[in-house]
């Protein structure tokens, strides 16, 4: 059986794509946490300015917007040869597995510590408390994030195909791109307004202004990875050879896959 799996090339690259999107949507989701500032990394001055009536903004970012970008191009990539249900199969399946993590990590958490643990870094005063520092994100934060994403990535299939059937396969870069844009602009805000304005009493005011601060920087990332979609379709259509990836795109959009 494993072996038949196996040998058929659409059924290897489903399972590779597969992987590599849930295991960089979950890494997203764990590192996280961190916040880092875009311009220092860079070797920049921060910028500050002011938006919204919210003064001393800068592009302080979550790591997770690192592999963000490259969950959505995988989106389209999937999007263009496996259609709406493999991508759908693949988002539920990946918000199923991040919620499963996230228990996972509750319960390591609570687990009692012998007393010499807690000091067993010299750099580390108290490794329990790092430790839930690091996994222990508030729900408020792991609900906004997974509904952002659910909703991004229905948002996305569904622009993808209506662009797609606009334009039938000219224009790559419109419809993965486009689509792309979109789905992150209903993500940058529909994660703080549940993680932050529900979850932590933020003004809306100080949510639109970092949402659109985070926006500006995916905006800017799907611009900048374009070409990377054509690279991925050039690498799959030469793995699947001509006549089998026209066929798996052609059953992608009619639904049949």
Do not use: C
Not at 37 to 54: C, D, K, M, R, Y
Not at 198 to 211: E, K, M, Y
């Amino acid at each position: 059986m494993i072996h038949n799996i196996l040998k058929e090339r659409s059924i290897k690259l489903y399972i590779i794509l597969a992987g590599f999107f849930i295991t960089n949507a979950l890494i997203a989701e764990v590192i996280g946490v961190k916040i880092f500032s875009l311009e220092a990394t860079l070797g920049f001055e921060p910028i500050t300015f002011s938006l919204l009536g919210q003064s001393d903004l800068s592009f302080s970012l979550t790591a997770g917007v690192i592999l963000w970008p490259i969950v959505f191009i995988m989106t389209d990539v999937i999007n263009e040869y496996y259609g709406m249900r493999g991508v759908r199969y693949l988002s539920y399946l990946a918000v199923g597995l991040i919620a499963y993590a996230f228990f996972a990590f509750t319960g390591a958490i609570g687990l009692t510590p012998p007393a010499w643990w807690i000091n067993a870094y010299p750099n580390v005063p108290d490794m329990q408390q790092s430790y839930t520092a690091v996994l222990g994100q508030s729900n408020w934060i792991i609900i906004g994030s997974l509904v952002a994403f659910l909703v991004g990535q229905v948002v996305d299939v569904f622009v993808f195909h209506r662009i797609k059937k606009l334009t039938g396969e000219k224009r790559v870069w419109l419809r993965a791109t486009g689509s792309t844009i979109i789905s992150q602009f209903i993500d940058s805000y529909v994660v703080l307004i549940i993680a932050f304005y529900w979850g932590a009493g933020w003004s809306i005011q100080q949510v639109l202004a970092i949402g659109t601060v985070n926006y500006i920087y995916k905006f800017i990332m799907a611009v900048v990875l374009t070409p990377a979609i054509y690279l991925s379709h050039y690498g799959i259509d030469r793995y699947l050879g001509h006549s089998l990836a026209v066929e798996m795109k052609q059953a992608a959009m009619r639904g049949k896959v």
